[in-house]
């Protein structure tokens, strides 16, 4: 599983952290102990003064970039009086010709300037270079390469503060991930870990990625761990995609894990995903994850819960779940599970007419009827599974749906049903023992009392070369050879009774 960090992704972390290093110091953050040292050990000043000169031209293009203007909008805050109306609210409205025209003026006399003017002046500038690419509707043709140059000269700058350099640093880390130069990124991270003092979770799970695209899958495995851990101690849920890229950080090192292993720590990753952020998906997962694991039941809880949210939606999930209910000792469940799916209806192309079509999820094939009928048969529903098992013989072609069928009738007592049934089984043919089916039609033909033909099929069974067949077959021949004698002698007293 490859995790790719689209500009998309990156672009929202990008504008909130370019925002707060413009106009406000950053928070310290924690040192980790994996970093990489500056080559030059500089001590950077937590706060400087800008020239009066240089103060007054950032101003003017502050006040720029943060003007606002007047739109109306619908009231939507249900406890307000003014609820439904409309009613005037400020949107940002930055002036960016006026703030880059300062800007460009400052840049031409960036030499004279002193260093820290200067961080401050290629900070706007980065500033403005990566909001113009952000704002670019197809976020694939945005290019940070300006930005990036920018926020470089803003860390190089030798009297360029401490809180403005490390979120500078943090900043550039992340322009270079959206640049795909994940290497670069991660360099600066690291550097930047190394010199704040609290490392926020938010961090971490930039590292772990960074790390997931440079295929080094130990080194973000570690550093998802520690964002899910330090976001629990921080007061939220850790993000989805932390857990989601945790455990295809797994599925790479299940070379070196183990299977087994790395199915246990996936198994543990999934049973959170179904609890925080419930989706299909995580629950297949899960289930999949139980089902390696022999644990079959647990497999069969998690599907479950999958079909009770609604998520399934493909005909092999629905007859996953049957068979695992059928194998738990749950047939009425199952059926009803199939049935369910029978009923739910997606849209399926048609191949032909390239148009989409209502199509039920479970197929009406032999197939899945039979285990339709399998099910109602084990849950004692006999009158739900022969119509089932009818459709099932139709369409077949085989003749051992119509032997399974004539069974069922003849176990409900339907005698001339179980005949016909039979019949048509043996006369469709490719059963896997006929001599079954010609031994269970003589049965049904012996309580209709149609002696000869239950001995001609007694016979036919007899021929059979596994000698239990063999022996039950003549055993029947014999007792119905007797009742035969016995029904007529019955016949004959009633007979003579009569004639008396």
Not at 42 to 69: D, G, M, S, W
Not at 86 to 114: F, H
Not at 263 to 283: A, C, T
Request: aromatic content about 10%; proline content about 2%; overall charge neutral.
């Amino acid at each position: 599983m490859k995790i790719k960090i689209t500009k998309f992704k990156l672009t929202r972390l990008c504008v909130v952290l370019a925002t707060i290093f413009i106009f406000t110091p950053i928070e310290s953050f924690a040192q980790s102990n994996e970093s990489s040292k500056p080559k030059k050990q500089t001590t950077y000043k937590k706060a400087r003064v800008l020239q009066t000169a240089t103060a007054k031209k950032i101003a003017k293009v502050t006040e720029a970039l943060e003007r606002v203007k007047i739109v109306e909008v619908e009231d939507k805050n249900k406890k307000s009086e003014t609820f439904g109306q409309m009613i005037p609210t400020e949107e940002p409205d930055p002036d960016y010709v006026t703030a880059k025209k300062i800007l460009l003026e400052m840049r031409s006399k960036a030499q004279d300037m002193k260093s820290y003017d200067r961080s401050i002046l290629w900070n706007y500038w980065g500033y403005i270079y990566y909001t113009e690419e952000a704002d670019k509707k197809n976020s694939e043709d945005a290019d940070y390469s300006l930005a990036i140059d920018a926020y470089t000269k803003v860390i190089n700058e030798e009297e360029v503060t401490l809180p403005l350099r490390n979120g500078t640093l943090l900043t550039l880390a992340t322009l270079h991930l959206i640049e795909e130069d994940y290497r670069r990124g991660i360099e600066l991270i690291l550097i930047w870990m190394d010199e704040v003092e609290t490392v926020t979770a938010q961090s971490w799970s930039l590292l772990g990625t960074a790390y997931f695209q440079v295929e080094d899958y130990r080194k973000s495995r570690d550093a998802f761990i520690t964002a899910i851990d330090l976001a629990e101690l921080e007061g939220y849920k850790p993000k989805e995609n932390w857990y989601v890229t945790l455990a295809a950080s797994y599925e790479e090192l299940k070379k070196e894990l183990g299977e087994k292993e790395t199915i246990l720590k996936q198994l543990d990753i999934y049973e959170i995903l179904v609890n925080l952020y419930p989706k299909k998906r995580y629950f297949l997962q899960l289930g999949q994850a139980y089902g390696a694991l022999e644990r079959e039941k647990d497999y069969m809880v998690t599907l479950n819960a999958a079909y009770m949210s609604n998520y399934l939606d493909k005909e092999g999930e629905y007859l996953t779940l049957a068979q695992l209910l059928l194998m738990n000792g749950n047939p009425y469940q199952a059926a009803s599970v199939i049935v369910s799916g029978q009923k739910k209806e997606v849209l399926v192309t048609n191949e032909k007419t390239k148009k989409e079509e209502l199509k039920p999820v479970v197929k009406d094939s032999e197939k899945n009827l039979k285990l339709l009928a399998d099910s109602w048969r084990m849950a004692q529903e006999i009158d739900k599974a022969i119509p089932v098992l009818e459709r099932a013989a139709k369409i077949s072609e085989e003749g051992e749906n119509y032997i399974l069928l004539g069974n069922l009738y003849l176990v409900e007592d339907k005698l001339n049903e179980a005949v016909d049934a039979i019949q048509k089984g043996i006369k469709k043919g490719k059963l896997k023992k006929i001599s079954q089916a010609h031994l269970t039609l003589g049965q049904a033909q012996f309580e209709l009392k149609n002696f000869e033909e239950a001995k001609k099929q007694f016979r036919m069974a007899a021929r059979d070369k596994d000698k239990k067949i063999k022996k039950t077959a003549n055993s029947w021949i014999k007792y119905t050879e007797n009742e035969e004698i016995r029904i007529k002698n019955i016949q004959l007293r009633r007979d003579y009774i009569q004639q008396s």
